[in-house]
Every structure is written in structure tokens, then in C-alpha cells.
């Protein structure tokens, strides 16, 4: 039985920022490629962030390069989402996914995904 659990959501200010983390079971975490995926209010579902086996490479949407960092402690089969200078377009509901069955980290090719985490700048 696979489980991600988003936890780390919350509102905050502009300019602040946030920690978001997903704790995976039940998959083979250290051979799978991880992401996060955000949606707003009437809009698809986007990729923010991804990281591959290993920290062999990870992946950034244009919107959040040197704002967002994505992470992972295997012991603890942990993904996290360092998000600093946050802004109100970032307001989302954010969601881990891992597993990843093509070669792009698009939300598509992803497996399994957690319930998400509300996040609200203003």
C-alpha cells in the first residue's frame, strides 16, 4: 500500500517562506523520481519541482528557480520543497508525487500522489 503524506502548508505573508514535506512508504523510494505538482482555483496542475534518484538531477519550474529548493533524506524516504520569497501567484494546493514512467517529469507520468497541502501567500 503506497502513502505520501504532504504536511507543511500553511498562510503566510509575501516574502516569507515555507517547508513542505512528503513521507513516502510503500515503493521502492530510493530508485524513484520524485516531484511536486501545485493547482490553483481554475487552473491545471503544474510541476514545480522534481528530483531523480541519487540527486542526479533535479528539475525547476522557470516561476520558482532561485525561490524553491527541492530535497530528499533517504533514511527517512522524505521529499521536501524549501520555498523562500514566496509571492500570492503561489498560492496553490501543492501536491507530492512520486514514481515517475517517462522521461519528463510531467504530472502525466507520475504514479502515485499524496491528498496535498494547502498553501496561501498574501
Known amino acids: 500500500h503506497v502513502q505520501l503524506v504532504e504536511s507543511g502548508g500553511g498562510s503566510v505573508q509575501t516574502g516569507e517562506s515555507l517547508r513542505l514535506s512528503c513521507a513516502g512508504s510503500g515503493y521502492r523510494y530510493s530508485t524513484a523520481t520524485k516531484a511536486w505538482f501545485r493547482q490553483a482555483p481554475g487552473k491545471e496542475r503544474e510541476g514545480v519541482a522534481a528530483?531523480?534518484?541519487?540527486?542526479?538531477?533535479?528539475y525547476y519550474a522557470d516561476s520558482v528557480k532561485g525561490r524553491f529548493t527541492i530535497s530528499q533524506d533517504h533514511p527517512k524516504n522524505t521529499v521536501y520543497l524549501q520555498m523562500n520569497n514566496l509571492k500570492p501567484e503561489d498560492t496553490a494546493m501543492y501536491y507530492c508525487?512520486?514514481?515517475?514512467?517517462?522521461?519528463?517529469?510531467?504530472?502525466?507520468?507520475?504514479?502515485?500522489w499524496g491528498q496535498g497541502t494547502q498553501v496561501t501567500v498574501s
Open positions: 508525487a512520486a514514481v515517475c514512467t517517462g522521461r519528463a517529469p510531467v504530472a502525466a507520468n507520475f504514479v502515485y
Open positions: 528530483i531523480w534518484p541519487g540527486d542526479t538531477r533535479k
